[in-house]
């Protein structure tokens, strides 16, 4: 997983943190983090195709939640960054170079069934986005101000500093 995915968790809890009626642009949210504005503007791009932030143009433009976090999954954000692919995609090594059967094989439902691994993988990430999807992106601002009280204001002071 790409350390977009990260930055554009963080991204959204700040936005939250920021107001609904403040657009805050990609520069801006870069800096607060010291990350580079280029590559966590495409982060919130592809949040804004999913439909989980918008964008406004212009000098006073920038980007705001589209739905509130409650509403906003971890597996949402995932998807938005990553894409909708599988982690893990079997590409049948089993049945290449000398370990592959033969074909005159007399167990040929050997060769036909799902691989192991790839059985395995399935389940296992199949359980890894249930998990994502079941957390939303408001328990993890619940979270946060928990460890970090103060971070919303210092974040909403920052952003009218400038």
């Known amino acids: ?16 943190w920021s107001g609904p009626d403040r657009a805050v642009s990609a520069a801006r949210l870069a800096a ?26 212009g000098p006073r433009g920038g980007f705001r939640l589209a739905r509130p976090l409650d509403a906003i999954s971890l597996m949402d954000v995932v998807a938005a960054v990553e894409g909708p692919d599988e982690a893990f995609r079997c ?26 691994i790839a059985h395995a993988m399935t389940r296992a990430e199949l359980a890894w986005r249930r998990a994502l999807a079941a957390q939303n992106l408001d328990e993890i601002r619940q979270q946060a101000e928990r460890q970090a009280p103060e971070a919303p204001e210092r974040l909403r002071a920052w952003l009218a500093a400038r």
Not at 1 to 16: Q, R
Not at 39 to 49: D, F, G, T
């Open 91 to 116: 590409a049948e090594i089993r049945q290449q170079g000398p370990g592959a059967g033969e074909p005159a094989d007399p167990a040929p439902e050997r060769d036909s069934a799902e691989c192991a």
């Open 32 to 57: 607060w983090h010291d990350l580079p504005a280029a590559y966590l503007n495409k982060q919130l791009q592809a949040l804004a195709r999913a439909g989980i932030v918008s964008s406004t143009p």
């Open 1 to 16: 997983m790409s350390e977009g995915v990260e930055w554009a968790l963080h991204s959204c809890v700040n936005l939250a």
